[in-house]
């Protein structure tokens, strides 16, 4: 079996090259020396292994994309990039038929699963890549389907903390508002605490000053009207390693689809979870 060609966009940020990092490492896969980058990064490549990765800024990604689409087997797109590029390059990818995974959070969600449903590719789009966090979400999703109105009447709070870097609401905390909503507690994006500063992150949550960096530390507290009840969910992840093991299984379930030729579906981490066919 040939590896898996993967292109990992978004360096030289850390996800992406975290990612990068571990595609080297896996005889899965092969890393395609190429990476769309932003238009305010003005280095021309990243450091990947042994391996010296071209930086393609906006103005000059096109010719190279067409280069890259006419080898024999065309890689998978790894999006790790920023908020404010997710449908550019969602659209991107669909106009030169890149099957993609779309690890960044942030942009217009609907317009983005609109794009690949309009195109002839498919993708695996999902707010959250690490497998355990994505398998609590699918518990709440059934509790959500199967006691509607579960929490009425309860007061919920969630606070998500993440690294002074990250530029938008946690795409996993927004997501679960719809399951707690379904559970009759009315909650917008708004009402989400959202914590960047180090100095809180280190004194009131008590996070490893090495993680500070990289880190996604989430809590859902709902208590009763009159104070007797109590309920807490939370999940902590130090680093980034965890996202990438998602990350990959979701780039080896697209290239199935790829080689099925799987068209215009919007897949995300349950569907690779479960293995849907």
Known sequence: MHPIKLMVNGMPGNMAVKVANHVLADSRFSLVPFSLTGP????????????????????????????????????????????????GNAKTYCDHGFYFVMGTTGGDRKAL?????????????????????????????????????????????????????????????????????????????????????????????????????????????????DQTARFEFSHNINGRDVYVAGTLDAAVFLAKKAADRSRAEVFNMIDVLSGKR
């Open 113 to 225: 699963e609109d794009t690949v449903r309009a195109s002839g590719i498919s993708a695996v789009i999902a707010p959250n890549m690490v497998k355990q966090i994505v398998g609590f979400q699918a518990m709440m999703a059934y509790a959500a389907d199967h006691f509607p109105d579960l929490f009425k009447g309860y007061r919920l709070t969630i606070q998500e903390s993440h690294q002074k870097g990250k530029a938008d609401t946690s795409g996993t905390a927004k997501a679960m508002i719809g399951y707690f909503n379904r559970m009759g507690i009315p909650f917008t994006e708004n009402d989400i605490r959202m914590i960047r500063d180090p100095e809180i992150q280190k004194n009131e949550l008590n996070i490893p000053e090495a993680y500070l960096g990289g880190h996604a530390w989430h809590t859902y507290t709902l208590t009763s009207e």
């Open 40 to 87: 305010e990064i003005l280095q021309t490549s990243c450091q990947v292994g042994t391996l010296s990765v071209t930086l393609l800024r906006p103005e000059n990604r096109d010719e190279i994309l067409d280069t890259i689409k006419k080898e024999p087997v065309m890689p998978i797109m790894i999006d790790y990039t920023h908020p404010s590029a997710v449908n």
